[in-house]
T-cell receptor, first 122, second 116 residues
């Protein structure tokens, strides 16, 4: 099956610093990747959709300047948390979408998830 | 808008007992439905999915789910729970995006506890 990796798995940083998280699709090309945020004992909240070669599409309420997304190649998307603060501490998960499949006349894509990155801002 | 509701944030079963995790959906078009499992501090792993065809879907680790349109449900079951099944389970519905592609909307999750 398709494999998605994230790096780093855990990061601790001081308030005010920036942190970059990488998401890679290891055995397939992903034109689209997604970034999610998960609070403790909560569901996944979609932050943004990352499209290769174009600007990311952010969900309502997500600060574009705070969470910078770059999708420079078909196998790599990065999320940079700028000027991180303790409230940004969370579990960040990425997913990558495989080529579309068709069912009932509609296209759909399956998403493959990375193992997540635990960010702690002191 | 499409959404999923998972009834019961915590479910506890005895080892060897039936596992039943509930998921109801709301969708204006035929839905694509998914169940994912998440172990502590890990990402999500796909258990099974329903897109079209047979309404009883079999997945990995002995799990299965049945799509019931009349009840707008997609409950996850496993005949006999194992200790290794203890995890967080998420139901998700796929929302089609203009221009192709889709994004997932997740339920709030159900924590499954398996006791001896």
């Amino acid at each position: 099956g398709a494999v998605v990796s994230q790096h780093p798995s855990r990061v601790i940083c001081k308030s005010g610093t920036s942190v970059k998280i990488e998401c890679r699709s290891l055995d397939f090309q992903a034109t689209t990747m997604f970034w999610y945020r998960q609070f403790p004992k909560k569901s996944l909240m979609l932050m943004a959709t990352s499209n290769e070669g174009s600007k990311a599409t952010y969900e309502q309420g997500v600060e574009k300047d705070k969470f910078l997304i770059n999708h420079a190649s078909l196998t790599l998307s990065t999320l940079t948390v700028t000027s991180a603060h303790p409230e940004d501490s969370s579990f960040y998960i990425c997913s990558a979408r495989d080529p579309p499949q068709i069912a009932s006349g509609r296209y759909y894509n399956e998403q493959f998830f990375g193992p997540g990155t635990r960010l702690t801002v002191l | 808008a499409q959404s999923v509701t998972q009834l019961g944030s915590h479910v506890s079963v005895s080892e060897g007992a039936l596992v039943l995790l509930r998921c109801n959906y709301s969708s204006s078009v035929p839905p694509y439905l998914f169940w994912y499992v998440q172990y502590p501090n890990q990402g999500l792993q796909l258990l099974l999915k329903y897109t079209t065809g047979a309404t009883l879907v079999k997945g990995i680790n002995g799990f299965e789910a049945e799509f019931k349109k009349s009840e707008t449900s997609f409950h996850l079951t496993k005949p006999s729970a194992h200790m290794s099944d203890a995890a967080e389970y998420f139901c998700a519905v796929s929302l089609s995006l203009p221009g192709g592609g889709n994004k997932l909307t997740f339920g709030t999750g159900t924590q499954l506890k398996v006791e001896l």
